[in-house]
């Protein structure tokens, strides 16, 4: 784990000098993938909150486990809290192109198609698109480097990112800004798939924290501008050096 | 009655105990969890109302000590108002008229209140098998609306996702790799290995696909109002299915195909297809055929409805619709229109539903049904039109 952080680290100092040399700039496509690595350990034990806000001024809180494989590219979601999701499972291999859910009151699990994808997690403003796909700002979207700017007091590359012609990802344009230091993405904004100006949701994490050597936001708020709604998400205990089983993201790991 | 509450209620007392005893450095703390569920129905038909109210009780043990898992539910369900009824009501006058006077009393149905335990097992599990022994769900299949494949479930097409009873059985699930499974079940029915349940069913994944192959060979039973007792028969079943995904849309297939010992050999398939707009709209359609479901309406006899409503055929007609639609209107309130058709009569039945996460805990469901059918067609408004108000509160 020390030797991936090192390397990420000594990616970042190298791409850092470069530009400082003004030979060789730094690119959207290199902050992207620094980023990415950087949100995507290789592996990954946590235990989330998620709280949404509805438009009504009401509150819905879920617990649940997040475990994840392979920089993101495999993950599985399993309810705790409240009882009528407790033990419902969500596993999603090949960055979440596909998708089962478990019920555990049917013992039934179904397979999604890529199209749930759109669909809110529990209602929230986060969409299985948002939750699983690792590599999506890389494989789904164009970036382009706009500048440097200063976001939540930190010094930000700022991207934008647009929809590749094939992709068939639920966005038409990101803007993100993303942490010189860390490669943490701040803030993010999201353009309807329809509409490239309109703003749909905001993404803000904050309260970064080194664990297993991995700068961590151990928050994530994202707002939903068009339905008024907010859900923020906390990462109560995280560990990345872990030995998750391969076994763990398969149907039988969902019913375990 | 009363002594039977009480050997359920000893019964579930002494595993919540024993459950609560174990004692292991390893295991997980007692879990107990389940659900309260009032249920409010009304029903309007033949010019008169009814009212039938149910109020529901679970509570669900569970704990693990290394890899053994331990399960169980009870049920307690109490019945009000109108809780006698008469199945033949509920037919056309030509079928009711099949049936004689003096043998009219035989269909008359009391809903009593009712204890039981509806899955009580225990399951050993390593990373790569699992072993379960007891009253477990088994819910195979890749239908929303309909199973051709599952015989062991009897699904309501206008409430297809509410639970359904523990079956009895030893199954034991192997992995093979992360991506194939095998299942196989025994299930003691008749109490000798000819007549029991035997089942083998196999999972493969490839690619944006699951296909599954099953096997089941099993002591069937068909109600024959016209030549009691009926017919008991050996049943093999072989079923194939495939979920996956084409053009962007989901796609699926559950066929079978039984082989029965007496009566004459069917098949039952069912194709469905679903998309989820930018929106959040969700539409679902599947399409069934059941071989042995009737072309015309006119054919339709008392076996048919009989078998239907004790689950021993999942359709009455031979060609059926269904589709779904669901909306969520807001963060707590989805909307939902299922509805059921019948091809070969073109009756129907529509389902509004409005599902309110109205507390954090708390559900409530609110269901009409709305039978667009004539008199001696499946979906017939003398099954009675009504509305079904359902909460659910978890613990």
């Known amino acids: 784990m020390l030797r991936k952080y090192l390397f990420v680290l000594v990616l970042i100092m190298c791409l850092e000098l470069v530009a400082?040399?003004?030979?060789?700039?730094?690119?959207?496509?290199?902050?992207?993938?620094?980023?990415?690595?950087?949100?995507n350990p290789k592996q990954s034990d946590a235990l989330m909150e998620m709280t949404i806000m509805t438009s009504s001024n009401q509150e819905r809180t879920f617990v649940y486990k997040a475990y994840s494989k392979n920089k993101g590219e495999k993950s599985l979601m399993k309810y705790l809290e409240p009882g009528r999701v407790k033990g419902q499972t969500v596993l999603m291999l090949n960055n979440a192109d596909d998708i089962w859910m478990y019920f555990p009151k049917?013992?039934?699990?179904?397979?999604?198609?890529?199209?749930?994808?759109?669909?809110?997690?529990?209602?929230?403003?986060?969409?299985?698109?948002?939750?699983?796909?690792?590599?999506?700002?890389?494989?789904?979207?164009?970036?382009?480097?706009?500048?440097?700017?200063?976001?939540?007091?930190?010094?930000?590359?700022?991207?934008?990112?647009?929809?590749?012609?094939?992709?068939?990802?639920?966005?038409?344009?990101?803007?993100m800004w993303v942490e010189k230091e860390t490669y943490i993405p701040y803030v993010i904004s999201y353009y309807h798939e329809k509409d490239s100006n309109l703003l749909e949701k905001e993404l803000f994490l904050s309260d970064v924290e080194i664990i297993d050597d991995i700068p961590t936001p151990m928050k994530m708020v994202m707002y939903n501008r068009l339905d008024n709604t907010k859900t923020s998400m906390s990462t109560k205990e995280v560990a990345y050096d872990v030995d998750l089983s391969d076994n763990l993201f398969t149907e039988m790991g969902m019913k375990k | 009655m009363r002594?039977?509450?009480?050997?359920?209620?000893?019964?579930?007392?002494?595993?919540?105990?024993?459950?609560?005893?174990?004692?292991?450095?390893?295991?997980?703390?007692?879990?107990?969890?389940?659900?309260?569920?009032?249920?409010?129905i009304f029903l309007y038909r033949d010019g008169e109302s009814y009212q039938m109210n149910s109020d529901k009780l679970r509570v669900d043990l569970k704990r693990s000590v290394g890899g053994v898992e331990f399960g169980s539910d009870l049920i307690y369900t109490l019945y009000y108002g109108k809780k006698n009824w008469n199945i033949l009501d509920f037919f056309s006058d030509d079928i009711r008229n099949e049936v004689p006077e003096g043998m009219q009393s035989y269909f008359l149905?009391?809903?009593?209140?009712?204890?039981?335990?509806?899955?009580?097992?225990?399951?050993?599990s390593n990373s790569r098998i699992a072993c379960t022994f007891g009253k477990q769900q088994i819910s195979p299949g890749t239908g929303y609306f309909s199973n051709p494949v599952d015989v062991f479930n009897s699904k309501d097409a206008l409430d297809p996702t509410y639970e359904q009873p523990g079956q009895n059985g030893a199954r034991l699930d192997v992995m093979l790799s992360d991506r194939i499974n095998v299942m196989t079940l025994y299930s003691p029915i008749a109490g000798d290995w000819n007549g029991s349940g035997k089942l083998l069913r196999l999972k493969i994944g490839l690619g944006h696909f699951d296909f599954m192959f099953t096997g089941y060979e099993f002591k069937d039973y068909l109600t024959d109002f016209y030549s009691?007792?009926?017919?008991?028969?050996?049943?093999?079943?072989?079923?194939?299915?495939?979920?996956?995904e084409l053009l962007g849309l989901?796609?699926?297939?559950?066929?079978?195909?039984?082989?029965?010992?007496?009566?004459?050999?069917?098949?039952?398939?069912?194709?469905?297809?679903?998309?989820?707009?930018?929106?959040?709209?969700?539409?679902?359609?599947?399409?069934?055929r059941n071989e042995r479901g009737k072309t015309n309406y006119e054919d339709y006899n008392i076996n048919d409805w009989l078998r239907f409503y004790l689950g021993e055929n999942k359709t009455i007609s031979r060609d059926q619709m269904y589709g779904m639609i669901s909306y969520p209107m807001t963060d707590l309130i989805n909307l939902q229109l299922l509805s059921v058709l019948s091809f070969n009569d073109g009756s129907a039945a529509i389902v509004p539903v409005i599902d309110y996460n109205i507390f954090e805990n708390m559900d409530i469901?609110?269901?009409?049904?709305?039978?667009?059918?004539?008199?001696?067609?499946?979906?017939?408004?003398?099954?009675?039109?009504?509305?079904?108000?359902?909460?659910?509160?978890?613990?």
């Open chain 2, 228 to 244: 009691p007792p009926g017919i008991s028969e050996r049943r093999r079943l072989g079923g194939f299915e495939f979920v996956g």
């Open chain 2, 365 to 395: 469901n609110v269901m009409g049904n709305i039978y667009t059918g004539s008199e001696g067609k499946v979906y017939n408004s003398r099954l009675g039109n009504g509305l079904v108000i359902r909460a659910r509160v978890y613990f």
């Open chain 1, 106 to 175: 049917t013992k039934r699990v179904r397979k999604l198609a890529t199209h749930a994808k759109k669909q809110k997690v529990q209602g929230s403003d986060f969409s299985y698109e948002d939750m699983g796909s690792s590599d999506e700002f890389i494989d789904d979207y164009n970036s382009v480097l706009i500048g440097e700017e200063q976001r939540s007091e930190k010094l930000c590359y700022k991207l934008e990112l647009t929809k590749k012609e094939n992709s068939d990802a639920g966005y038409s344009r990101l803007v």
């Open chain 2, 109 to 124: 149905v009391e809903f009593k209140d009712t204890l039981y335990l509806d899955n009580v097992y225990i399951r050993m």
């Open chain 2, 3 to 40: 002594s039977k509450v009480f050997l359920l209620t000893f019964a579930f007392l002494s595993i919540f105990l024993a459950f609560a005893a174990m004692p292991n450095a390893d295991a997980e703390e007692l879990d107990l969890f389940g659900y309260f569920e009032p249920q409010f």
């Open chain 1, 20 to 39: 400082e040399d003004g030979e060789v700039k730094i690119t959207a496509e290199d902050i992207i993938r620094t980023m990415t690595e950087t949100l």
């Open chain 2, 250 to 288: 989901g796609v699926w297939f559950e066929g079978a195909y039984n082989f029965m010992e007496i009566s004459d050999d069917f098949y039952e398939f069912l194709v469905g297809t679903d998309y989820t707009f930018e929106s959040g709209l969700y539409v679902l359609f599947e399409y069934q």
